[in-house]
């Protein structure tokens, strides 16, 4: 008896498609986590992760969802009071994550679709109350990507607030500077725009939120930045990491800078360029203008149609399988995830699919 699931090619805001040569590394001879062959891989991915991430800070290496890392950011950084910037779903989580580990939280609240300005954010911080600031980069839930450029200049003037950063769904398909932008903390997990299956994280961390969390009490243990350093100078993970992940984390990110992370940024403005134009003509977008996503789009339905049947279309004619909306707009949008390693060849077949279904309703 087979146990085999037929595929569906994946255009879904994560996972996304797995490359067979990326999926093939995963199956590569176990090794022990303690054993030299697995410090030298830790050595091999850490100078490619941090070119990837345009970083000079420790990179680590996280088995775990990038929820994890939304909860170490709190327990590590946070010893006074939190601002957490909420546009959407996934940034709503992020600021729940201070109030569920007993740190003081206020949020900073837009409607969904709206972005979360730096004029707002400045004048927030000015009541010096706060010591760390959260915000989603990318809201994979409304298809808006905050403008952290800005945020990076307004949190310059806050240099006691630890300042991170929830790239999950942008980090490897856009250009992010965490060393120039003062980001102390940079994560995302990698089912996403890296292109990997999904249980695992990477992160960028600042020598100065390491320092930070050594004052912090009540820090945990898995999630502990301190405890994670230490064990990073020794080529290491403080406890047993999803070495598998490993193995194709190290594979992919040769593909990726063979490809040249810039060409790689300009794959993905293309297919934003693609997606874009053509939902404007047939649905409208969710976001806002001007602060619209580059690796996945939220379009409006309407009530036009059944995102099921859609669906069913695209399956049972393309083999391959869109995302609905999210949360409270589920059923009045639907998502495109265009990332990782999908080509504009690859989202004008989508889009094509969807013209076909549409045709026929």
Request: glycine share 8%; hydrophobic share 40%.
């Amino acid at each position: 008896m087979t146990t085999d699931v037929p595929h569906k090619r994946l255009f879904l805001p994560g996972p996304v498609e797995v490359a067979p040569e990326v999926r093939a590394a995963m199956s590569t001879p176990m090794i022990g986590h303690r054993m030299s062959e697995c410090s030298d891989l830790i050595r091999r991915i850490r100078p490619k992760l941090q070119q990837a991430l345009f970083t000079k800070n420790p990179v680590f290496l996280g088995t775990a969802a990038a929820t994890g890392f939304q909860e170490a950011c709190f327990r590590n950084l946070c010893a006074q009071r939190a601002l957490s910037a909420v546009c959407g779903a996934f940034s709503e989580r992020f600021a729940l994550m201070g109030q569920a580990n007993g740190k003081p939280t206020d949020t900073y609240a837009v409607e969904w679709g709206q972005p979360n300005t730096a004029d707002v954010i400045g004048e927030k911080l000015a009541s010096r109350k706060y010591d760390l600031f959260t915000m989603v980069h990318n809201e994979t839930s409304t298809g808006v990507m905050n403008p952290v450029e800005e945020i990076a200049r307004v949190m310059r003037d806050f240099p006691e607030v630890m300042f991170c950063v929830d790239a999950v769904s942008s980090l490897g398909g856009v250009k992010i500077e965490p060393d120039r932008l003062g980001i102390d903390v940079l994560f995302a997990s990698v089912q996403k725009a890296f292109a990997l299956p999904p249980g695992f994280t990477v992160l960028a961390v600042s020598e100065r939120a390491i320092e930070k969390a050594k004052t912090v009490k009540d820090r945990g243990n898995y999630f502990d930045f301190v405890e994670m350093r230490e064990y990073d100078k020794k080529d290491q993970t403080p406890f047993t990491p999803s070495i598998a992940h490993m193995f194709a984390l190290d594979r992919q990110l040769d593909r990726m800078l063979k490809e040249g992370v810039e060409n790689r940024f300009a794959r993905h403005q293309a297919m934003q360029q693609r997606a874009h134009g053509w939902g404007r003509e047939k649905f409208g977008l969710f976001a806002k203008p001007g602060y619209e996503s580059v690796t996945l789009t939220v379009f409006r339905n309407q009530n036009r149609f059944e995102f099921k049947a859609l669906n069913s279309h695209l399956s049972a004619t393309r083999g391959l399988v869109i995302g609905d909306g999210y949360g409270k707009i589920k059923g009045s949008t639907f998502r495109i995830g265009h990332m990782g390693d999908a080509t504009l060849g690859d989202l004008n077949e989508v889009l094509s699919g969807i013209d076909e279904f549409l045709a026929k309703h």
